[in-house]
Structures are given as C-alpha cells and as structure tokens.
C-alpha cells in the first residue's frame, strides 16, 4: 500500500506530520509520499509528483479550517492552477486514484460551489474525520478502511456496554450502542466508501430538497446514487449531503435524517448501512453522508428519498435516473 498525503503547511502541518508517522509505522518507510517535503532539492516538481502518484494507491487530501484562505493579495489559491495542492488533487482526480478527504481541526468538506471545476469530484468523496480526542481510533479506523477492512468498534464504547450489561442485563443496551463517535450508526453496517466494480453508478447529480420546520431549516443534496443488482434483490447506496441551514440549532446527522426511500412507486424503510462525517451539524455547515437500502425493485426511472428534518417535517428529494 502506497499513500500520498497532500496538505497545506499553514493550515495543517503539524496534522500531516502526524498522520505521516502513523502511516509509516504501519505501511512502511518509503510507502507514505508526504507532498512537497518528500521531494529532494533540486528535483522538478511536478516530475517528483508524477512519480509519486504512479506508485499510489490512495491520496490524502488534508483539509483544516483554513485549506480555503486566499494568498496574500486576496486571491483563491485553490483556483491558482500552479497551486500545488491544486496540481496534486486535480492529477489523482484525473488518474482515478483513490481521493480521500481527511477533516482536521473541525473542518467541513468544501462545497462543490467553493472548489475550481476540476477540483469539483472531491466534493462527492467520502470524507473521514479525524479528531484530537481520538485521533488514535480515527487513524486506525481510516487505516482499516484504506486496507479494505472493516473499522474496528471503539475499545471504550465495548467496555461500556459490558458493564452496563453487567449491571441491568440487556435492557437499555441498545440506548448505549445507538450512535457510534465516528458518525455511524453501531446498528448499522457502514456504507461502502467507493463505488467497486459490482456497483453500477445509476445517478450523478445535485438533486435537493429543503426541510423547513419551527427548529429551523436543512437542505438534502443527493450527489450519487449506486446500484448492486444480487438474485432476487439488490443493494442501493445514496451519497448525501446535509447542510444545517438554521439558526442557532444544531443537528446530529443520523440515520434518523432518512424515512425511507421510494423506488418506482416502491417504498421501503428499512436501512442496511450508514455513515456520515461529522455526525454533529452546527448551524452553517455541512455534512456528508452514505445511506443504503435493500430492494427487490430494480431502479428503472426514479428514485425518492424521503429526508427528514423531524418526525413531522419530511420532504422527498426526487431522482431521475440515467438512462
């Protein structure tokens, strides 16, 4: 396993050192290109980065509360097509290389309105968190998830569930397990983070629908929708993203967000994965999110998703199909 991290010094250097150390300690010295401190004096730029990207099997992209300040003179340095973050994100992009956003210090994902145009896919990755209470769970987490693994169950959430176990028996165990740290839901299995051969991309979008209540107002965007046809039934995974439009209110993103989704006329309820980074909302910013559903309907015009901003203010983000 090979992995290029990205990043942007005056935003989060001491992350990326970090998370440099932690990859090298379990792929290997050589294995883990650190952006433009793994390049020897002397040696061209985008020569170094061509090479680089040719032997990885994943990039990092490093994104922290500044990733989108401009130069000096107000400029976007993102659009700077000489940026070098722009060079490295737009390159993996171009390569089909696996492109994993890292939140740092309590980033949100950009916008796709927020990034040049062929930045704009990173947008629609999956985004993983990492935080500074429990960064050693985050990284081994995302880790596991680059080696194609299954992310291990906090160690301390375990404990906790056992004693409470120990003390009440079963009842209220489910309360305990509800919500996992990382935005997934320990009821539910986590959603695949990229679209593998044995799924077949049936939308690309935005497709929107705004929930307005008396707590306030969210937006649903759909940004891809993904099909696995199996003998008799099959397997749909929605790409989402939340933006907490409200006021002062804040949000967790949860399964909870999302009643049901229609098939042709087809309604079904029951959810088989959930992930979503950050799982807590504040107002003004965003979330992502992948929630999948198990039909026996094969999708063949339109979809909707029925989102929900509680249990009385639902609306359908409606979904037209590629042909």
């Known amino acids: 396993m090979h992995v290029f991290v990205t990043y942007r010094r005056a935003d989060s250097a001491a992350y990326a050192g970090r998370l440099h150390d932690a990859l090298v300690d379990e792929f290997g010295e050589g294995k883990v290109f650190q952006d433009v401190a793994g390049i020897d004096p002397g040696v061209d730029?985008?020569?170094?980065?061509?090479?680089?990207?040719?032997?990885?099997?994943?990039?990092?992209?490093?994104?922290?509360?500044?990733?989108?300040?401009?130069?000096?003179?107000?400029s976007s340095r993102l659009h700077d097509p000489y940026d070098y973050v722009h060079i490295e994100i737009s390159k993996s992009l171009a390569r089909n290389i696996r492109v994993v956003p890292i939140l740092v210090g309590g980033a949100a994902l950009p916008s796709?309105?927020?990034?040049?145009?062929?930045?704009?896919p990173l947008a629609r990755r999956q985004a993983v968190q990492l935080r500074d209470t429990t960064w050693r769970d985050d990284v081994d987490g995302l880790i596991r998830r680059l080696r194609g693994e299954s992310p291990a169950k906090k160690g301390r959430l375990a404990w906790v569930a056992?004693?409470?176990?120990?003390?009440?028996?079963?009842?209220?165990?489910?309360?305990?397990?509800?919500?996992g740290e990382d935005g997934s839901s320990d009821t539910l299995t986590d959603c695949p983070q990229s679209k593998t051969q044995e799924w077949v991309g049936i939308f690309e979008g935005p497709a929107s629908a705004t929930v307005s209540g008396s707590e306030g107002t969210m937006v649903f965007d759909v940004l891809e929708v993904w099909y696995r046809p199996g003998d008799g039934d099959g397997e749909i995974v929605?790409?989402?993203?939340?933006?907490n439009n409200s006021g002062p209110t804040n949000y967790d993103h949860d399964e909870n967000r999302y009643h049901a989704l229609v098939v042709d006329g087809f309604r079904w309820e029951e959810k088989w994965?959930?992930?979503?980074?950050?799982?807590?909302v504040k107002s003004g910013e965003r979330s992502q999110g992948f929630v999948g559903y198990r039909v026996t309907t094969e999708p063949e015009e339109m979809l909707g998703l029925v989102v929900a901003l509680?249990?009385?203010?639902?609306?359908?983000?409606?979904?037209?199909?590629?042909?």
């Open 112 to 120: 796709a309105a927020e990034l040049p145009e062929d930045l704009v």
């Open 238 to 243: 929605l790409v989402t993203i939340l933006n």
């Open 310 to 323: 509680g249990s009385g203010a639902e609306e359908t983000v409606q979904i037209q199909l590629s042909p």
């Open 45 to 74: 730029f985008e020569v170094a980065i061509d090479a680089a990207l040719d032997q990885a099997d994943a990039v990092l992209v490093l994104i922290g509360p500044n990733w989108l300040a401009p130069a000096a003179d107000g």
């Open 162 to 179: 056992a004693a409470a176990l120990a003390l009440v028996g079963s009842l209220g165990i489910w309360a305990l397990l509800a919500d």
């Open 273 to 280: 994965c959930f992930t979503s980074v950050p799982k807590a």
